[in-house]
T-cell receptor
Framework: GESVGLHLPTLSVQEGDNSIINCAYS??????FIWYKQESGKGPQFIID?????DKRQGQRVTVLLNKTVKHLSLQIAATQPGDSAVYFC?????????FGPGTRLSVLP | GAGVSQSPSNKVTEKGKDVELRCDPI?????LYWYRQSLGQGLEFLIY????????KSGLPSDRFSAERTGGSVSTLTIQRTQQEDSAVYLC?????????????FGQGTRLTVV
């Protein structure tokens, strides 16, 4: 079936560096994508979204890039901070449901 | 409340017992989702409610799982004759479906442990 996956299960970055978290999706008909952040013991929290008619969207310290040609999504976090340590999920709106990938754990090193 | 509320936050039950998990979505949100998250894993879709339409139950893993949504608001996920493999965090989310692609807001989840 359709699925959303991530290239890297874990990512460690130095505090202050930029982080890039990647995601591959398989349903070319999907037209809406979201990145979620999940801290330990909490539910996923919305970070940023993007529609398929865009290839880039910026938020506060975060940027989402969408490459529909290769069905790839990425989340860039600028000047990574200790508070950014969490598991990050990309989600694809497939039909009426959000399909989530397995997640990438981001660890910020002091 | 301001966000999605789930109760209980933690539930320990004996194998074979039935459990009910509750979700209070954000007021005005017409869509409600249930997901299951096993330790260190991603989110597994269970069921989706949208307004008065028939729910999408395609993700329910067995007939021991059922869910209902009363009055288009509160939802209850019921697991009958619980098994140890049912142990997971059960997450509820809601969204406003007035426009396509509205983000889903999640509750804190219910951590279910079957012993």
């Amino acid at each position: 079936g359709e699925s959303v996956g991530l290239h890297l299960p874990t990512l460690s970055v130095q505090e202050g560096d930029n982080s890039i978290i990647n995601c591959a999706y398989s349903n070319s008909a999907s037209d809406y994508f979201i990145w979620y952040k999940q801290e330990s013991g909490k539910g996923p929290q919305f970070i940023i979204d993007i529609r398929s008619n865009m290839d880039k969207r910026q938020g506060q310290r975060v940027t989402v890039l969408l490459n529909k040609t290769v069905k790839h999504l990425s989340l860039q976090i600028a000047a990574t901070q200790p508070g950014d340590s969490a598991v990050y999920f990309c989600a694809e709106l497939y039909g009426q449901n959000f399909v989530f990938g397995p997640g990438t754990r981001l660890s910020v090193l002091p | 409340g301001a966000g999605v509320s789930q109760s209980p936050s933690n539930k320990v039950t004996e194998k074979g017992k039935d459990v009910e998990l509750r979700c209070d979505p954000i007021s005005g949100h017409t869509a409600l989702y249930w997901y299951r998250q096993s330790l260190g894993q991603g989110l597994e879709f269970l069921i989706y409610f949208q307004g008065n339409s028939a729910p999408d139950k395609s993700g329910l893993p067995s007939d021991r799982f059922s869910a209902e949504r009363t009055g288009g608001s509160v939802s209850t996920l019921t697991i009958q004759r619980t098994q140890q493999e049912d142990s997971a965090v059960y997450l509820c989310a809601s969204s406003f479906r007035g426009r396509r692609g509205a983000e889903a807001f999640f509750g804190q989840g219910t951590r279910l442990t079957v012993v």
